[in-house]
């Protein structure tokens, strides 16, 4: 936000008279336009501390006290509510810009008896005054009152197959659902954008309401003679001495939680929540500067051909040593570098450093490189592969890319393509976590696998599940009727090994064969087994 020299600053709330002043670092008043000095400043408040003008506004009984650390409170963390003696109630926003501190206030009084701050699908209060609403239940009351954030689950695929009119009418029944169950004020139930919609209840109410939404709302739907079958999701915070935007936050958490576990359930927020958002943050951050810091770097985990137990391979595994946090999990950070898009990067440095790795080692050896499904998918793929292989000199016969299931779920042409144009310049291709997914099988017949991995999972539960070695048996007499190369990964028991050799596995890799190598370590494992 520039500095303001006249009094067109205003707030976003265009239909009421925004209050905006202006503080040095100091708190000293800079800058005030009339609708401040109509307040809290007073005509002569150029020059003063803020804080003395609060203080004398106090004195005079414009404000009390409490007011008066709210907004003290506010400026600090950016955002509060407070009311004047005369019964107005204002929305307070600071924002701190270089050496200045812009402060504004806006009347919003009449978001309490006018349809301005309406959603105009629903008639329901929007996500900024559902704020203003709840800061001041909260504020005003001691009993304990829980933030539900709901969400229609699949409101997104009802407005692409039926229209937004149905959707909008989906919207408008849902709101009705809810409404009739609360039995509370309108003005604790706010839509905001979607199929989201956030309401407050009290603690008596908010398990048995938490059971009767869900089933109620996942009900059949009759809109515009279409049947729509919703699903819904909720988080839940308990507003306990926390404002409003605090809530919020925590509830959108623990919705996000329900989501990504499969939604159609209601998750309470818990501080593990925000404590897991935090290092999230964190990470994002420190992932964006680690590779430029040369942070990431490869282990190479040994393959072995199981009759013999010759070295074939090694598969090239990815390493975050974090210079503060030590070493971070693959299975926290490359999710999350799939989320924001900077696995396609990470993964053209995998081949490059793997292939060049690969390229110093004898003719017989292979080098075994994970393709995520955003990167496989990317229109760079086959460049990346080509510039890396030519740049190292490596025979494209021994660069073998996994693969999972998710990578070609779509069976489009252009996946199709990718795969036509990698095999044509000698690449071959692995079918990782084999038996996993639910059409496995299909894809092996339409794609051009060299190799199939059987999940580590099967392998470490071959002596408690029998199904588990049935599973193993069929795959490797899958692969030999297919002419595919058999893996097993994750071996770590002799047992282990003597079964999978029986039922006529080829490779295998995992703790028992190998641990993940160092590269100067890989490279004596080499040398000798030549």
């Given at each position: 936000?520039?500095?303001t020299?006249?009094?067109?600053?205003?707030?976003?709330?265009?239909?009421?008279?925004?209050?905006?002043?202006?503080l040095?670092?100091?708190?000293?008043?800079?800058?005030?336009?009339?609708?401040?000095?109509?307040?809290?400043?007073?005509?002569?408040?150029?020059?003063?501390?803020?804080?003395?003008?609060?203080?004398e506004?106090?004195?005079f009984?414009?404000?009390?006290?409490?007011?008066?650390?709210?907004?003290?409170?506010g400026i600090?963390?950016?955002s509060?509510?407070?009311?004047?003696?005369?019964?107005?109630?204002?929305?307070?926003?600071?924002?701190?810009?270089?050496?200045?501190?812009?402060?504004?206030?806006?009347?919003?009084?009449?978001?309490?008896?006018?349809?301005?701050?309406?959603?105009?699908?629903?008639g329901?209060?929007?996500?900024?005054?559902?704020?203003?609403?709840?800061?001041?239940l909260?504020?005003?009351?001691s009993?304990?009152?829980?933030?539900?954030?709901?969400?229609?689950?699949?409101?997104?695929?009802?407005?692409?197959?039926?229209?937004?009119?149905?959707?909008?009418?989906?919207?408008?029944r849902?709101?009705?659902?809810?409404?009739?169950?609360?039995?509370?004020a309108?003005?604790?139930?706010?839509?905001?954008?979607?199929?989201?919609?956030?309401?407050?209840?009290?603690?008596?109410?908010?398990?048995?309401?938490?059971?009767?939404?869900?089933?109620?709302?996942?009900r059949?739907?009759?809109?515009?003679?279409?049947?729509?079958?919703?699903?819904?999701?909720?988080?839940?915070?308990?507003?306990?001495?926390?404002n409003?935007?605090?809530?919020?936050?925590?509830a959108?958490?623990?919705?996000?939680?329900?989501?990504?576990?499969?939604?159609?359930?209601?998750?309470?927020?818990?501080?593990e929540?925000?404590?897991?958002?935090?290092?999230?943050?964190?990470?994002?951050?420190?992932?964006?500067?680690?590779?430029?810091?040369?942070?990431?770097s490869?282990?190479?985990?040994?393959?072995?051909?199981?009759?013999?137990?010759?070295?074939?391979?090694?598969e090239?595994?990815?390493?975050?040593?974090?210079?503060?946090?030590?070493?971070?999990?693959?299975?926290?950070?490359?999710p999350?570098?799939?989320?924001?898009?900077?696995?396609?990067?990470?993964?053209?440095?995998?081949?490059?450093?793997?292939?060049?790795k690969?390229?110093?080692w004898?003719?017989?050896?292979?080098?075994?490189?994970?393709?995520?499904?955003?990167?496989?998918?990317?229109?760079t793929?086959?460049?990346?592969?080509k510039t890396?292989?030519?740049?190292?000199?490596?025979?494209?016969?021994?660069?073998?890319?996994?693969?999972?299931?998710?990578?070609?779920?779509?069976?489009?042409?252009?996946?199709?393509?990718?795969?036509?144009?990698?095999?044509?310049?000698?690449?071959?291709?692995?079918?990782?976590?084999?038996?996993?997914?639910?059409?496995?099988?299909?894809?092996?017949?339409?794609?051009?696998?060299?190799?199939?991995?059987?999940?580590?999972?099967?392998?470490?539960?071959?002596?408690?599940?029998?199904?588990?070695?049935?599973?193993?048996r069929?795959?490797?007499?899958?692969?030999?009727?297919?002419?595919?190369?058999?893996?097993?990964?994750?071996?770590?028991?002799?047992?282990?090994?003597?079964?999978?050799?029986?039922?006529?596995?080829?490779?295998?890799?995992?703790?028992?064969t190998?641990?993940?190598?160092?590269?100067?370590?890989?490279?004596?494992?080499?040398?000798?087994?030549?």
């Amino acid at each position: 936000m520039a500095k303001t020299t006249g009094p067109s600053a205003t707030f976003c709330f265009q239909d009421f008279l925004t209050s905006f002043v202006v503080l040095a670092e100091n708190g000293v008043i800079e800058w005030y336009n009339s609708a401040a000095a109509g307040t809290l400043v007073g005509k002569n408040g150029r020059g003063r501390l803020f804080s003395e003008m609060l203080a004398e506004a106090a004195k005079f009984g414009t404000i009390s006290k409490t007011a008066v650390g709210r907004i003290i409170a506010g400026i600090e963390t950016g955002s509060t509510t407070f009311r004047l003696e005369d019964a107005r109630t204002f929305l307070l926003h600071s924002h701190v810009s270089k050496s200045s501190i812009y402060v504004e206030w806006t009347d919003i009084s009449s978001v309490f008896s006018d349809a301005g701050g309406r959603d105009p699908t629903t008639g329901l209060f929007t996500r900024r005054e559902f704020l203003v609403v709840i800061d001041n239940l909260l504020a005003q009351n001691s009993a304990r009152h829980f933030i539900f954030d709901l969400r229609l689950d699949n409101f997104k695929d009802v407005n692409e197959l039926f229209g937004h009119a149905v959707g909008d009418h989906l919207l408008r029944r849902v709101s009705e659902r809810i409404s009739g169950q609360i039995r509370i004020a309108e003005a604790r139930l706010a839509h905001v954008g979607g199929g989201e919609f956030l309401f407050v209840a009290t603690e008596d109410e908010a398990l048995p309401l938490t059971e009767v939404l869900l089933d109620l709302l996942s009900r059949p739907h009759l809109v515009d003679g279409k049947m729509v079958y919703p699903t819904v999701s909720m988080g839940v915070a308990i507003a306990d001495g926390s404002n409003a935007e605090t809530v919020l936050r925590n509830a959108s958490l623990a919705l996000k939680k329900a989501r990504a576990e499969g939604g159609n359930q209601a998750v309470t927020f818990t501080t593990e929540m925000h404590e897991a958002m935090q290092r999230k943050r964190m990470l994002e951050t420190e992932l964006r500067k680690a590779l430029a810091m040369r942070e990431l770097s490869l282990v190479y985990q040994p393959q072995f051909r199981v009759k013999g137990r010759r070295l074939v391979g090694f598969e090239a595994l990815l390493r975050w040593n974090h210079p503060d946090h030590g070493s971070v999990s693959p299975a926290e950070f490359i999710p999350l570098a799939e989320e924001l898009g900077l696995i396609l990067p990470i993964g053209e440095w995998v081949l490059r450093t793997a292939c060049r790795k690969a390229a110093s080692w004898p003719p017989g050896i292979s080098i075994s490189v994970n393709i995520s499904p955003l990167q496989f998918r990317s229109t760079t793929i086959v460049s990346s592969v080509k510039t890396a292989l030519e740049n190292s000199g490596l025979d494209p016969r021994r660069l073998d890319l996994e693969v999972t299931e998710g990578a070609i779920l779509m069976n489009s042409a252009p996946i199709m393509e990718t795969f036509r144009q990698l095999k044509a310049i000698g690449v071959r291709f692995s079918m990782d976590d084999f038996g996993t997914g639910y059409s496995s099988l299909s894809y092996l017949q339409k794609f051009p696998f060299d190799k199939i991995k059987i999940d580590q999972s099967f392998v470490r539960s071959l002596s408690a599940n029998r199904d588990s070695l049935a599973i193993i048996r069929s795959v490797c007499a899958l692969g030999k009727t297919l002419g595919l190369t058999t893996i097993a990964e994750g071996v770590e028991t002799e047992e282990q090994m003597s079964q999978i050799e029986k039922k006529g596995c080829q490779q295998v890799q995992g703790y028992l064969t190998g641990r993940p190598l160092a590269p100067d370590v890989a490279d004596r494992l080499v040398a000798s087994s030549a």
